[in-house]
C-alpha cells in the first residue's frame, strides 16, 4: 500500500503485522495520554504539543510497519492524514480477509 508516497508492506491478515500493530496502538495510546497533559499544562510551548504529536505519529508506523512513512515531515495535518489513510487501507484490508473466511465453508 502508499501512504504519504511511500510504499509499505503491510498485510492485516499477516499474524506478525497484526501483532506489532496491536502493540503500536496501545504504545500511541500511552504517547497521546502524554501529549493531552502537555497541552493542558498552560507552561507549555505549541512547538513541543506539535513536536510531540509528530512524533507519536511517526514512532506508530515505525512500530507497526517498520518503515518511517512520514520521514522528514514536520506537519501536523500531513501526519494525520497519513494516518487515518493508513486506517481506511486497513479497514479495506479487514474487510476483505473477514469476508473470505467463513466456517460455513468447513461443512
Do not use: H, W
Not at 497541552?39 to 515505525?62: A, C, P, Q, W, Y
Amino acid at each position: 500500500m502508499q501512504i504519504n508516497n511511500v510504499e509499505v508492506d503491510f498485510k492485516i491478515s499477516r499474524l506478525k503485522d497484526a501483532a506489532a500493530m496491536e502493540l503500536a496502538l496501545t504504545n500511541m495510546g500511552k504517547r497521546e495520554k502524554k501529549i493531552n497533559d502537555m497541552k493542558s499544562d498552560k507552561n507549555s510551548k505549541l512547538t513541543e504539543v506539535i513536536g510531540g504529536l509528530l512524533d507519536m505519529f511517526r514512532n506508530f508506523f515505525l512500530e507497526a510497519t517498520g518503515t518511517d512513512v512520514l520521514n522528514e515531515c514536520d506537519d501536523v495535518e500531513e501526519a494525520t492524514q497519513a494516518y487515518y489513510t493508513f486506517l481506511d487501507e486497513i479497514k479495506k484490508q479487514k474487510d476483505t480477509t473477514l469476508s473470505v473466511y467463513s466456517p460455513d465453508r468447513i461443512k
